[in-house]
């Protein structure tokens, strides 16, 4: 298999230089990077990261070796020194709170961005040293936003992809950066940024724009991939003896009472102050539910040496005690606070055992925890997720009860909801939550991500635009010629509408493809994904003369015959049985989505659909469309804001093969146009002709093998005039 280098700020261990062995460490990254299963993402991964410690090159051959967990690691050495200064005077001081939008945290420090630069270079530099051509380099969080462009600068041929694990701030927040320009900078080098969530793509592209003037590439350069956990782990967690032990001890305690869990690390983002406020507010406002509900509030210590999180250690105590001061009784505490880790069994009980899971975060990247709830439920007795919608999980879980943690009246009137959720909607919701987890694990977040990132790190990049004044310099080069003309219809001739029935071709659209049909020398064809009815309403009004070709070219119609002739040989629609199945399944979840059937493809729409929800689910769609048509006749393909699957046979490529075949007289010239992904597929085809010269133009500006493009549809037209001209008649 592929060998993927995973490059992290650390490795997923300690060494203790007494006892001379490594330990694993926890975290959310190496939770969901431990639970990468090579075979299903087909990757050999090895880890590199930063170890503080001098260890012997006897150890380093051990990790690499006899690593500890399941990945060969490479551990990079950084002095204590420059590490501490790098990670606290810049990571934590300024990078962590500016993403969170705590600009009043913020410390700003030469000194700290200093060591950021120097620890990113060693880091860059042993990449260069270790990495083969053939290596995928796959880069994690903001610890490390300079290697991409340190290590493209010295080898652009290798395959560089970065995932962040926090928000990314908005363009006004982040622009308060010193160094944001060094960062955005480094970070276009890649060929693939993923996000948690579409909100922080469209602050980076924002950020892009307006702080270093550049026009955004394609979505599918930068793409949202929810991280998520090895969720079988959490499932079988939930059943180990020492996790009934567990249950069974808490149960004891716990009653008939319902408890309420709330599980942070002690961090100004996790908002549990505000938690708290809402919990008072509640006990106060609904007086009939005391003593018979309980906060359980752990706690993870987090860097304990640091002044900000000692005062808010001391300001979470004072809270506690003053609510339970108020309101307890010598029968009742109504909050039972943990400073402390616990372990795994005894985690998965809480969270078997707790009827609502409070998550009050002021800005979370993801929050996985809400995840591991979810996967460790008792299906008979499932809890609730209170979510706070500034935490990324947010799009992710489709039924948690989402709240505003700043609003703490409306957070209690929701804690009391969550509280008394039907037994029925609860099970239901549960489980729909729990079955989208199972089939997207962890492995299947890498697997998405390493696919797209091979793909885009092919693609060319667009070298020429379409000039103010219309024409390409290889327009002067067609009087008199012979030209086949292959154009997309929807993006391209027509505008993008709402809905797809709606669009229309403008008037003067319409009058230039009349010139265009009267003209001798060219042989225009139109080449679409909608099927032959719609394609009817839209030319056969005119007296346009030329070929149209349908569901991707699965169907042409002769203007000589006036007849539509089916192109697919001996096609197989069994397949579309499975299909429609699911995506009325998805259709179901999605509001505003809808399918559209084809004939030899069947299309999922959600362009009206609310961004972040449908984008998400889009994503696990198309993987699951991939994984359930392995092995049949069929193409599955993600456009804008739809997902098709096609049969191989309905392919522009392939139609456009078949015509130039059929061709009588050979064409001096070939030009396609087209948008979207399918049109990719003639782009393909045709750049690998070597007996006639093709000009492929994308429209917009994204990563594609087409050699040109036009910026916006609205300049298609101008392109069409210019190119009659070229021709002449």
């Known amino acids: 298999m592929p060998r993927c280098l995973l490059v992290s700020n650390r490795l997923p261990l300690a060494f203790n230089s007494k006892l001379k062995i490594f330990t694993p460490s926890s975290g959310g990254l190496v939770s969901a990077i431990k639970g990468l299963d090579p075979v299903k993402v087909g990757y050999d991964f090895e880890w590199m990261g930063i170890l503080t410690n001098d260890i012997s090159a006897d150890e380093i051959q051990k990790l690499k070796t006899h690593p500890v967990g399941n990945l060969p690691c490479h551990p990079i050495i950084v002095p204590k020194m420059l590490y501490d200064n790098y990670y606290n005077l810049y990571c934590n001081n300024v990078l962590w709170p500016l993403f969170h939008y705590e600009r009043n945290m913020v410390r700003h420090s030469q000194e700290g961005w200093a060591a950021y630069v120097e620890v990113n270079q060693t880091v860059a530099n042993a990449i260069l040293d270790e990495a083969k051509d053939t290596d995928t380099i796959w880069i994690q969080d903001f610890q490390l936003m300079l290697v991409p462009g340190l290590v493209k600068e010295k080898r652009p041929q290798l395959k560089v992809g970065f995932f962040l694990h926090i928000p990314f701030p908005s363009s006004e927040i982040f622009r308060e950066l010193p160094q944001r320009k060094e960062i955005l900078t480094s970070l276009l080098r890649c060929d693939q940024i993923g996000f948690h969530d579409l909100s922080y793509l469209n602050h980076f592209r924002s950020s892009v724009q307006r702080l270093i003037g550049e026009v955004p590439t394609s979505e599918k350069t930068w793409g949202v991939y929810p991280i998520s956990i090895d969720t079988e782990h959490f499932k079988n967690l939930a059943e180990l003896p020492e996790t009934q032990d567990w249950i069974a001890k808490y149960s004891k305690s716990k009653k008939k009472m319902k408890w309420i869990?709330?599980?942070?690390?002690?961090?100004?983002?996790?908002?549990?102050?505000?938690?708290?406020?809402?919990?008072?507010?509640?006990?106060?406002?609904?007086?009939?539910?005391?003593?018979?509900?309980?906060?359980?509030?752990?706690?993870?210590?987090?860097?304990?040496?640091?002044?900000?999180?000692?005062?808010?250690?001391?300001?979470?105590?004072?809270?506690?005690?003053?609510?339970?001061?108020?309101?307890?009784?010598?029968?009742?505490?109504?909050?039972?606070?943990?400073?402390?880790?616990?372990?795994?069994?005894?985690?998965?009980?809480?969270?078997?055992?707790?009827?609502?899971?409070?998550?009050?975060?002021?800005?979370?990247?993801?929050?996985?925890?809400?995840?591991?709830?979810?996967?460790?439920?008792?299906?008979?007795?499932?809890?609730?997720?209170?979510?706070?919608?500034?935490?990324?999980?947010?799009?992710?879980?489709?039924?948690?009860?989402?709240?505003?943690?700043?609003?703490?009246?409306?957070?209690?009137?929701?804690?009391?909801?969550?509280?008394?959720?039907?037994?029925?909607?609860?099970?239901?919701?549960?489980?729909?939550?729990?079955?989208?987890?199972?089939?997207?694990?962890?492995?299947?977040?890498?697997?998405?991500?390493?696919?797209?990132?091979?793909?885009?790190?092919?693609?060319?990049?667009?070298?020429?635009?379409?000039?103010?004044?219309?024409?390409?310099?290889?327009?002067?080069?067609?009087?008199?010629?012979?030209?086949?003309?292959?154009?997309?219809?929807?993006?391209?001739?027509?505008?993008?509408?709402?809905?797809?029935?709606?669009?229309?071709?403008?008037?003067?659209?319409?009058?230039?493809?009349?010139?265009?049909?009267?003209?001798?020398?060219?042989?225009?064809?139109?080449?679409?994904?909608?099927?032959?009815?719609?394609?009817?309403?839209?030319?056969?009004?005119?007296?346009?003369?030329?070929?149209?070709?349908?569901?991707?070219?699965?169907?042409?119609?002769?203007?000589?015959?006036?007849?539509?002739?089916?192109?697919?040989?001996?096609?197989?629609?069994?397949?579309?049985?499975?299909?429609?199945?699911?995506?009325?399944?998805?259709?179901?979840?999605?509001?505003?989505?809808?399918?559209?059937?084809?004939?030899?493809?069947?299309?999922?729409?959600?362009?009206?659909?609310?961004?972040?929800?449908?984008?998400?689910?889009?994503?696990?769609?198309?993987?699951?469309?991939?994984?359930?048509?392995?092995?049949?006749?069929?193409?599955?393909?993600?456009?804008?804001?739809?997902?098709?699957?096609?049969?191989?046979?309905?392919?522009?490529?392939?139609?456009?093969?078949?015509?130039?075949?059929?061709?009588?007289?050979?064409p001096d010239y070939i030009v396609a146009i087209g948008d979207d992904t399918t049109d990719e597929d003639m782009f393909n085809v045709l750049q690998d002709r070597k007996d006639i010269k093709p000009f492929c133009i994308k429209v917009g500006k994204e990563k594609t093998d087409a050699h040109y493009f036009i910026r916006e549809q609205n300049s298609v037209n101008l392109f069409l005039q210019n190119f009659l001209e070229s021709v002449g008649h």
């Open 261 to 666: 869990l709330g599980i942070d690390r002690l961090d100004y983002i996790k908002g549990i102050l505000l938690k708290l406020q809402a919990f008072r507010h509640f006990l106060k406002r609904f007086p009939e539910e005391r003593e018979k509900v309980q906060l359980v509030q752990i706690i993870i210590p987090s860097r304990t040496e640091v002044s900000q999180y000692k005062n808010l250690k001391r300001e979470i105590e004072q809270m506690v005690s003053s609510i339970n001061g108020e309101f307890g009784s010598p029968a009742w505490m109504p909050i039972q606070y943990i400073y402390n880790s616990v372990c795994e069994p005894e985690l998965s009980a809480l969270y078997q055992l707790s009827d609502v899971l409070f998550i009050s975060s002021r800005r979370d990247g993801m929050n996985l925890v809400s995840l591991e709830y979810v996967m460790s439920q008792n299906d008979q007795y499932p809890g609730v997720i209170l979510l706070s919608e500034f935490a990324g999980a947010h799009s992710t879980l489709s039924y948690a009860m989402s709240i505003n943690p700043w609003n703490v009246t409306d957070t209690a009137m929701r804690l009391k909801e969550a509280l008394h959720h039907p037994e029925v909607k609860r099970k239901k919701e549960m489980r729909a939550m729990k079955d989208f987890l199972t089939n997207y694990t962890s492995s299947d977040w890498a697997k998405v991500i390493l696919r797209d990132l091979v793909i885009e790190s092919k693609k060319t990049e667009v070298v020429k635009q379409l000039p103010e004044h219309g024409k390409f310099d290889w327009m002067r080069d067609l009087k008199g010629k012979r030209v086949l003309f292959f154009c997309d219809l929807d993006g391209t001739l027509a505008p993008i509408a709402p809905h797809p029935k709606d669009v229309r071709l403008h008037d003067s659209t319409i009058d230039l493809l009349q010139e265009i049909s009267e003209n001798k020398n060219c042989e225009f064809v139109v080449v679409s994904g909608r099927d032959k009815e719609f394609l009817e309403e839209q030319f056969l009004d005119y007296d346009f003369n030329f070929p149209l070709a349908a569901c991707h070219g699965a169907y042409s119609f002769s203007p000589k015959d006036n007849l539509w002739h089916n192109l697919i040989p001996h096609d197989s629609t069994k397949w579309k049985e499975l299909v429609m199945e699911i995506l009325e399944l998805y259709t179901m979840r999605t509001p505003e989505s809808f399918i559209e059937d084809k004939g030899h493809a069947i299309t999922w729409h959600y362009r009206n659909s609310p961004r972040e929800f449908a984008d998400f689910l889009a994503n696990k769609l198309f993987f699951e469309l991939e994984e359930a048509m392995t092995g049949q006749p069929v193409q599955v393909n993600w456009g804008k804001k739809v997902i098709e699957v096609k049969s191989i046979h309905a392919n522009k490529g392939y139609f456009v093969q078949q015509w130039i075949q059929g061709q009588s007289q050979k």
